[in-house]
């Protein structure tokens, strides 16, 4: 009987043991109610907006897709953080991979890092890692690079909390690290494929309006009376 109550209990703790990880990763997937992996439609959905609302930041390619949202400052809504005043949403192929947040600077005015650090960890558990910033100045006001605060981050997914050098605002970035690295070297062929295609676009549009120009202007001679 003891043996059967031992053997249980050490399945017991492997299974909780196995499920850590497993809650981890799946915390870090999601924020405030969207959760990476999700479909544009879904996103479009919770924040009630449009198709039309979609930003493609690539023209040439519909792979890439973006969505801006200021959460509405209305009583009751459900997905209303007062904190936030923007989030923006990057879709790789029609799914979220990576979700950056901006906080209202008047929500954190006078908060440090240390500060912001503790406040994230009361809900996503202790930081995987810490970097060593001080708050009492930016080292460089020229730049407006986002440098990271604090991390946390299991084999799927990276949380970061990030602060502006320029503006001292914080922010977060969560994103899936194996869709974030397919996204990015997708827009790194993206951005040569343009480069590349610069020259040749631009003259096929020169043409085109030349062309146009031509067909008005001799529509216009048929028809103008002085």
Not at 164 to 169: A, K, L, N, P, V
Request: proline letters at 5%; aromatic letters at 8%; hydrophobic letters at 35%.
């Amino acid at each position: 009987m003891k043996k059967n109550t031992m053997r249980g209990s050490i399945l017991c703790l492997s299974g909780l043991l196995l499920a850590g990880p497993m809650l981890g990763a799946q915390e870090l997937s999601k924020y405030r109610g969207f959760a990476l992996g999700t479909s544009v439609a879904n996103v479009l959905k919770l924040t009630d907006q449009k198709p039309a609302d979609v930003n493609l930041p690539h023209p040439g390619s519909t792979i890439f897709q973006e969505v801006t949202w200021w959460p509405p400052n209305t009583p009751g809504n459900t997905f209303r953080p007062d904190s936030v005043e923007q989030m923006h949403f990057s879709f790789h192929n029609g799914k979220l991979y990576k979700l950056s947040v901006t906080y209202e600077q008047s929500a954190t005015e006078g908060m440090t890092s240390d500060d912001m650090q503790k406040s994230i960890a009361a809900k996503y558990g202790p930081a995987t890692s810490v970097a060593p910033v001080s708050d009492s100045a930016v080292n460089d006001r020229y730049d407006a690079k986002e440098k990271v605060v604090a991390s946390w981050e299991d084999t799927e997914n990276s949380f970061n909390l990030v602060r502006s050098s320029f503006t001292g605002r914080f922010g977060l970035v969560i994103c899936a690290k194996r869709a974030n690295a397919e996204a990015e070297t997708a827009i790194a062929e993206t951005e040569r494929l343009e480069k590349e295609n610069g020259p040749r676009k631009a003259a096929e549009l020169q043409k085109k309006q030349i062309d146009d120009l031509e067909i008005a202007r001799q529509k216009n001679q048929r028809s103008f009376r002085p």
